[in-house]
């Protein structure tokens, strides 16, 4: 398979390649990056490489043997996939027990066992804490591949004993060329939703094949607007829904954050680095009654927020410090 079947990052998978077919594949590897950006996508093909039964190392990930085919369909006896049950939650202590029981046995088929961790920025520190009695001392034959928006937000610890591979947005260019080669999209479809996607390719593939994932930016930025209409009781009513909702909010304010920073570009007079070209006509109003400052501030302050949910803030709360400062323009 070209480049394991993965959208750019041509270098780094060079480089697990052989790394795989050296049999020196790290036994603890972090992958970080934004949401979407491809963080499963490189994990399954780490996994179905080690666990590949192709004769040439090389050609590894075959996608063909019995041992691809499972693992891409989820039943690898020696692969396990470990997500938070919450949405919004991290993974919880139990699930890392669970986990370290399956590791302590050898593999069933292969050489490997790898288990997949998602969502390592939500975990706490107790699950952390165990996590890292784990990667201390794993078994000879045992893989594990953390996935992690930020590895800043992480246990130190846990970041050392691993080899950090950060996912970066791509260009537009490369995804636009791999939504039309790949997945057949139309060439003005294509950059659009490449315009749309902040470099990330998965984000990209599911607006191109689910519509939901557009409409939700969408409403997004219609809250966006929205908001600087409300006075201060109705934001705190909407601050109190979302928060019910908390699962979604991660994504809701990086809309929030990229449509500001589209006021922004505007406010700067580089109408060329738009995102929402559709919203053009109410950003560049929005754009001449606020000033540099106070947009900026609200970049700061959704940064902020991000940082914050992170951390697994209260989140209704967050939202209503955030609304107290958002620019009210009846
Ligand atoms: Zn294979």
């Given at each position: 398979m070209e480049n394991w079947g993965i959208v750019g990052y041509n270098w780094l998978v060079q480089q697990l390649q052989h790394a795989v077919a050296a049999g020196v594949v790290a036994q603890s590897l972090l992958i970080t990056g934004p949401e979407s950006i491809g963080k499963h996508t490189l994990a399954l093909a780490i996994a179905e490489a080690l666990l590949c039964e192709a004769?040439?190392?090389?050609?590894?990930?075959?996608?063909?043997c019995s041992a691809c085919r499972r693992a891409a369909a989820g039943n690898h006896p020696d692969l396990g996939l470990v997500e938070p049950e919450t949405e919004g939650r991290g993974v919880k202590i139990e699930q890392i027990r669970d986990m370290e029981r399956f590791l302590s046995?050898?593999?069933?088929?292969?050489a490997h066992k790898i288990t997949v961790i998602t969502d390592?920025?939500?975990?706490?520190l107790n699950a952390g804490n165990a996590l890292l009695k784990t990667l201390e001392e794993p078994p000879a034959y045992a893989h594990l591949i953390l996935l992690a928006t930020?590895?800043?937000?992480?246990l130190p610890t846990i970041v050392s004993r691993s080899q950090h591979l950060p996912l970066r947005p791509l260009d537009d260019a490369i995804i636009a060329q791999a939504l039309v080669e790949r997945w057949h999209a139309g060439e003005a479809e294509a950059s659009r939703l490449a315009r749309l996607s902040g470099g990330r390719m998965g984000w990209a593939v599911r607006a191109l094949t689910d519509p939901a994932h557009l409409q939700e930016m969408e409403a997004a930025l219609g809250q966006l607007f929205a908001l600087l209409q409300m006075d201060l009781p109705a934001r705190f009513e909407l601050a109190q829904t979302l928060a019910q909702n908390s699962g979604g909010l991660s994504q809701l304010l990086e809309y929030w954050r990229l449509g500001w920073r589209d006021v922004l570009m505007l406010q700067q007079a580089n109408p060329q680095e738009l995102m929402f070209l559709e919203q053009r006509a109410t950003l560049e109003a929005l754009a001449s009654r606020l000033d540099v400052a106070s947009t900026t501030r609200m970049l700061h302050l959704l940064t902020e927020a991000q940082a914050n949910l992170l951390r697994n803030a209260n989140t209704r709360l967050l939202l209503e410090t955030l609304f107290l400062d958002w620019p009210e323009l009846y």
């Open positions: 004769p040439d190392p090389l050609q590894r990930p075959c996608g063909l046995l050898t593999p069933n088929v292969g390592l920025e939500l975990m706490n930020d590895a800043d937000t992480l």
